[in-house]
């Protein structure tokens, strides 16, 4: 199903925040992503954060980040890292494996506006949970269902598709679904 033009309500955004969830939110974020998001939750890889859209004090969205894919070709040649290079600092970068904007009336903007002050906080947020900054966002589209525009307006750069493969453990299986790989630079 592709993005569907719907009413969409103006809205003030300037209250529009973007928190990580609080230790006693985990249950609740983790159940409307399990009951919303079209992929519903796995385990999200390596180090994470979950984060709570809210406005007006109401939740309208949730977030989730986790270790970047260790591989991905198109990123890789966009960055122009060596492998070895590569290896070394694959943990600078973070995937949004989740963002969902929680059933209610659409808001005009409001994606675009979440994704912009998620990023603006997320290098500071990993830097002070994980120990180390994040210079590059990542994301994967599944054109098939979503055209990627709130990414894109937020100035999400698409770097290409992927090969239609899915990694466990070692192995790499064929799947066939491409997605579009969008990233953000978050420093130079």
Same mark, same amino acid.
């Given at each position: 199903m592709k993005d569907v033009p719907s009413q969409s309500a103006a809205m003030d955004l300037s209250a529009v925040r973007v928190r990580l969830i609080e230790p006693g939110e985990r249950a609740r974020w983790e159940a409307l992503m399990r009951a919303h998001h079209y992929l519903g939750l796995s385990a999200m890889v390596g180090r994470s954060l979950r984060y709570v859209g809210e406005l007006d004090g109401q939740w309208v969205a949730l977030l989730g980040w986790? +270790?970047?894919? &260790?591989?991905c070709a198109p990123r890789d040649g966009w960055i122009g890292w060596s492998? $070895? &290079?590569q290896?070394?600092?694959?943990?600078? &970068?973070?995937?949004?494996?989740r963002f969902l904007l929680l059933p209610g009336p659409r808001v005009a903007n409001l994606a675009s506006k979440l994704l912009g002050a998620n990023v $603006?906080?997320? +290098?500071?947020?990993w830097q002070a949970i994980h120990g180390q900054p994040v210079l590059l966002a990542e994301t994967f589209v599944d054109p098939s269902r979503f055209a990627g525009t709130c990414y894109r307006a937020a100035n999400w750069i698409d770097v290409g598709a992927t090969g239609g493969f899915a990694k466990s453990n070692t192995t790499y299986t064929e799947h066939g679904q491409r997605k579009r790989i969008l990233v953000y630079p978050l420093h130079r």
């Open positions: 986790a +270790s970047a894919a &260790l591989k492998p $070895a &290079l290896w070394q600092r694959i943990g600078l &970068l973070a995937n949004n494996t $603006a906080r997320l +290098s500071a947020d």
